[in-house]
Protein backbone atom coordinates (compact mmCIF):
# COMPACT_ATOMS: atom_id res chain seq x y z
CA UNK A 1 0.00 0.00 0.00
CA UNK A 2 0.96 3.50 -0.72
CA UNK A 3 2.39 5.33 2.25
CA UNK A 4 -0.33 8.14 2.77
CA UNK A 5 -1.98 8.82 6.21
CA UNK A 6 -4.30 11.66 6.62
CA UNK A 7 -5.00 13.22 10.31
CA UNK A 8 -7.09 13.73 11.93
CA UNK A 9 -9.38 10.74 11.17
CA UNK A 10 -12.61 12.19 12.62
CA UNK A 11 -13.53 15.50 13.77
CA UNK A 12 -16.25 17.27 14.91
CA UNK A 13 -16.32 21.30 14.77
CA UNK A 14 -18.46 24.37 14.73
CA UNK A 15 -20.05 25.85 12.25
CA UNK A 16 -17.73 28.83 11.80
CA UNK A 17 -14.57 27.77 13.17
CA UNK A 18 -11.46 26.75 11.01
CA UNK A 19 -10.45 23.58 10.51
CA UNK A 20 -7.43 22.10 8.73
CA UNK A 21 -7.27 18.48 7.86
CA UNK A 22 -3.50 17.22 7.09
CA UNK A 23 -2.39 14.44 4.29
CA UNK A 24 1.11 13.16 4.37
CA UNK A 25 3.00 10.85 2.26
CA UNK A 26 6.18 8.89 2.23
CA UNK A 27 6.19 8.28 -1.50
CA UNK A 28 7.71 11.37 -2.94
CA UNK A 29 4.89 11.69 -5.26
CA UNK A 30 4.92 14.93 -7.23
CA UNK A 31 1.05 15.04 -7.08
CA UNK A 32 -1.86 15.59 -4.70
CA UNK A 33 -5.22 15.61 -4.39
CA UNK A 34 -8.22 16.57 -2.08
CA UNK A 35 -11.86 15.16 -2.75
CA UNK A 36 -14.85 15.02 -1.15
CA UNK A 37 -17.11 12.00 -0.69
CA UNK A 38 -21.06 12.77 0.11
CA UNK A 39 -24.05 10.14 -0.79
CA UNK A 40 -25.36 10.31 -4.23
CA UNK A 41 -21.95 11.92 -5.52
CA UNK A 42 -19.41 10.04 -5.76
CA UNK A 43 -15.57 11.71 -5.23
CA UNK A 44 -15.34 15.32 -6.28
CA UNK A 45 -11.70 17.11 -6.33
CA UNK A 46 -11.82 20.00 -4.41
CA UNK A 47 -7.79 20.90 -4.66
CA UNK A 48 -4.80 19.57 -6.38
CA UNK A 49 -0.99 20.11 -6.15
CA UNK A 50 1.47 19.53 -8.62
CA UNK A 51 4.52 20.28 -6.84
CA UNK A 52 5.95 22.91 -3.76
CA UNK A 53 3.94 25.59 -3.63
CA UNK A 54 1.71 25.09 -6.85
CA UNK A 55 -1.49 24.27 -6.57
CA UNK A 56 -4.86 24.66 -8.59
CA UNK A 57 -8.82 24.60 -8.25
CA UNK A 58 -10.97 21.36 -8.50
CA UNK A 59 -14.50 21.08 -9.02
CA UNK A 60 -16.03 22.30 -5.67
CA UNK A 61 -13.17 24.27 -4.32
CA UNK A 62 -15.50 27.19 -2.83
CA UNK A 63 -14.95 27.33 0.79
CA UNK A 64 -11.26 25.53 0.85
CA UNK A 65 -7.63 26.90 0.49
CA UNK A 66 -4.91 24.60 0.32
CA UNK A 67 -0.76 24.82 0.69
CA UNK A 68 1.72 22.59 0.34
CA UNK A 69 5.39 23.42 1.52
CA UNK A 70 6.62 20.40 1.53
CA UNK A 71 6.59 17.71 -0.80
CA UNK A 72 5.20 15.27 1.60
CA UNK A 73 2.49 17.47 2.96
CA UNK A 74 -0.46 18.51 1.74
CA UNK A 75 -2.94 20.97 3.96
CA UNK A 76 -6.72 21.32 3.37
CA UNK A 77 -8.20 24.30 5.19
CA UNK A 78 -11.83 25.23 5.57
CA UNK A 79 -11.39 29.03 6.77
CA UNK A 80 -14.93 29.36 8.22
CA UNK A 81 -16.84 25.59 8.35
CA UNK A 82 -20.10 25.19 7.82
CA UNK A 83 -23.16 22.39 7.52
CA UNK A 84 -22.89 21.75 4.00
CA UNK A 85 -18.83 20.53 4.67
CA UNK A 86 -19.83 17.77 6.63
CA UNK A 87 -18.22 14.93 4.33
CA UNK A 88 -15.73 12.85 3.94
CA UNK A 89 -11.94 13.69 2.85
CA UNK A 90 -9.96 11.66 0.69
CA UNK A 91 -6.26 12.43 0.13
CA UNK A 92 -5.04 11.31 -3.11
CA UNK A 93 -0.97 10.69 -4.39
CA UNK A 94 0.03 10.14 -7.73
CA UNK A 95 3.24 9.62 -9.59
CA UNK A 96 2.30 10.66 -12.75
CA UNK A 97 5.29 10.73 -14.31
CA UNK A 98 5.67 7.40 -14.44
CA UNK A 99 2.96 7.54 -17.20
CA UNK A 100 0.98 5.04 -15.06
CA UNK A 101 -1.73 8.07 -14.35
CA UNK A 102 -2.71 6.03 -11.30
CA UNK A 103 -3.90 7.86 -7.89
CA UNK A 104 -3.38 6.22 -4.36
CA UNK A 105 -5.89 7.18 -1.52
CA UNK A 106 -5.43 7.68 2.08
CA UNK A 107 -7.89 6.34 4.73
CA UNK A 108 -9.80 8.68 4.75
CA UNK A 109 -11.31 11.55 6.63
CA UNK A 110 -14.85 12.36 8.38
CA UNK A 111 -15.39 15.58 9.42
CA UNK A 112 -18.89 16.78 11.03
CA UNK A 113 -20.08 20.67 11.26
CA UNK A 114 -22.90 20.89 13.27
CA UNK B 1 -18.58 19.21 -18.53
CA UNK B 2 -16.98 15.85 -18.45
CA UNK B 3 -19.67 13.29 -16.85
CA UNK B 4 -19.57 10.23 -15.69
CA UNK B 5 -22.20 7.90 -15.27
CA UNK B 6 -22.52 4.49 -13.35
CA UNK B 7 -26.55 3.50 -14.60
CA UNK B 8 -26.80 0.40 -11.41
CA UNK B 9 -27.07 1.63 -7.96
CA UNK B 10 -26.93 -1.62 -6.83
CA UNK B 11 -26.67 -4.64 -8.34
CA UNK B 12 -26.66 -8.94 -6.33
CA UNK B 13 -24.93 -11.73 -7.98
CA UNK B 14 -24.64 -14.88 -6.17
CA UNK B 15 -21.26 -15.94 -4.97
CA UNK B 16 -19.15 -17.78 -7.84
CA UNK B 17 -21.05 -16.00 -10.66
CA UNK B 18 -19.84 -13.27 -13.01
CA UNK B 19 -21.02 -9.67 -12.72
CA UNK B 20 -21.22 -7.32 -15.07
CA UNK B 21 -21.04 -3.23 -13.73
CA UNK B 22 -21.52 -0.95 -16.41
CA UNK B 23 -19.87 2.87 -16.83
CA UNK B 24 -20.41 5.70 -19.40
CA UNK B 25 -18.74 8.67 -20.28
CA UNK B 26 -18.83 11.72 -21.99
CA UNK B 27 -15.75 13.61 -23.51
CA UNK B 28 -14.68 15.08 -26.35
CA UNK B 29 -10.91 14.34 -25.77
CA UNK B 30 -8.96 11.37 -27.62
CA UNK B 31 -6.64 10.57 -25.20
CA UNK B 32 -7.81 9.15 -21.43
CA UNK B 33 -7.27 6.86 -19.16
CA UNK B 34 -10.04 4.84 -16.99
CA UNK B 35 -10.07 3.28 -13.91
CA UNK B 36 -12.34 1.36 -12.10
CA UNK B 37 -11.83 1.60 -7.79
CA UNK B 38 -13.52 -0.53 -4.85
CA UNK B 39 -14.55 0.72 -1.66
CA UNK B 40 -15.29 -2.12 0.97
CA UNK B 41 -17.05 -0.92 4.19
CA UNK B 42 -13.83 0.14 5.58
CA UNK B 43 -13.78 3.22 3.22
CA UNK B 44 -10.61 2.41 1.68
CA UNK B 45 -10.24 3.54 -2.19
CA UNK B 46 -8.91 0.39 -3.55
CA UNK B 47 -7.63 0.18 -7.27
CA UNK B 48 -9.12 -2.35 -9.21
CA UNK B 49 -8.00 -1.93 -12.87
CA UNK B 50 -7.10 0.85 -15.30
CA UNK B 51 -7.84 1.23 -19.25
CA UNK B 52 -5.79 3.42 -21.40
CA UNK B 53 -8.17 4.64 -24.07
CA UNK B 54 -5.17 4.45 -27.31
CA UNK B 55 -4.88 0.69 -26.22
CA UNK B 56 -7.60 -1.51 -27.97
CA UNK B 57 -7.33 -4.09 -26.09
CA UNK B 58 -9.19 -4.86 -22.51
CA UNK B 59 -7.34 -4.64 -19.34
CA UNK B 60 -7.50 -7.99 -17.50
CA UNK B 61 -6.23 -8.42 -13.46
CA UNK B 62 -7.00 -11.89 -12.25
CA UNK B 63 -11.03 -12.50 -11.51
CA UNK B 64 -11.69 -8.95 -13.26
CA UNK B 65 -11.58 -7.39 -16.63
CA UNK B 66 -13.51 -4.61 -18.84
CA UNK B 67 -14.63 -4.04 -21.69
CA UNK B 68 -13.54 -0.30 -23.47
CA UNK B 69 -15.64 0.42 -25.91
CA UNK B 70 -14.66 3.86 -26.83
CA UNK B 71 -16.37 4.53 -30.01
CA UNK B 72 -19.61 3.96 -27.61
CA UNK B 73 -17.56 5.44 -24.28
CA UNK B 74 -18.61 2.93 -22.46
CA UNK B 75 -16.19 1.01 -19.89
CA UNK B 76 -17.80 -2.11 -18.16
CA UNK B 77 -16.27 -4.19 -15.79
CA UNK B 78 -17.06 -7.76 -15.63
CA UNK B 79 -15.59 -9.77 -12.13
CA UNK B 80 -15.87 -13.18 -12.68
CA UNK B 81 -16.30 -15.97 -10.11
CA UNK B 82 -17.68 -13.76 -7.35
CA UNK B 83 -16.36 -13.86 -4.07
CA UNK B 84 -17.97 -12.80 -0.71
CA UNK B 85 -14.92 -10.55 0.00
CA UNK B 86 -15.68 -8.65 -3.90
CA UNK B 87 -18.91 -6.76 -1.88
CA UNK B 88 -18.21 -2.82 -2.25
CA UNK B 89 -19.43 -0.28 -3.55
CA UNK B 90 -17.23 -0.02 -7.78
CA UNK B 91 -16.73 3.41 -9.05
CA UNK B 92 -15.96 4.33 -12.03
CA UNK B 93 -13.75 6.98 -12.67
CA UNK B 94 -11.86 9.08 -15.86
CA UNK B 95 -8.63 11.02 -16.09
CA UNK B 96 -9.10 13.52 -18.97
CA UNK B 97 -4.81 15.07 -18.71
CA UNK B 98 -1.98 13.89 -17.00
CA UNK B 99 -1.89 15.53 -13.33
CA UNK B 100 -5.30 15.95 -13.33
CA UNK B 101 -7.78 15.03 -10.94
CA UNK B 102 -10.35 12.08 -11.61
CA UNK B 103 -13.81 12.34 -12.25
CA UNK B 104 -16.36 9.67 -11.13
CA UNK B 105 -19.23 8.15 -11.11
CA UNK B 106 -21.50 7.90 -8.76
CA UNK B 107 -21.02 4.77 -8.18
CA UNK B 108 -22.99 0.59 -7.89
CA UNK B 109 -23.12 -0.93 -4.64
CA UNK B 110 -22.17 -4.17 -4.93
CA UNK B 111 -24.19 -7.33 -3.00
CA UNK B 112 -22.49 -10.78 -3.15
CA UNK B 113 -25.13 -13.10 -1.91
CA UNK B 114 -23.57 -16.81 -0.41
Known amino acids: DAGITQSPRHKVTETGTPVTLRCHQTENHRYMYWYRQDPGHGLRLIHYSYGVKDTDKGEVSDGYSVSRSKTEDFLLTLESATSSQTSVYFCAISDQDRASYEQYFGPGTRLTVT | AQTVTQSQPEMSVQEAETVTLSCTYD???????LFWYKQPPSRQMILVIR??????QNATENRFSVNFQKAAKSFSLKISDSQLGDAAMYFC???????????FGKGTHLIIQP
Open chain 2, 27 to 33: TSESDYY
Open chain 2, 93 to 103: AILFRAGGGLT
Open chain 2, 51 to 56: QEAYKQ
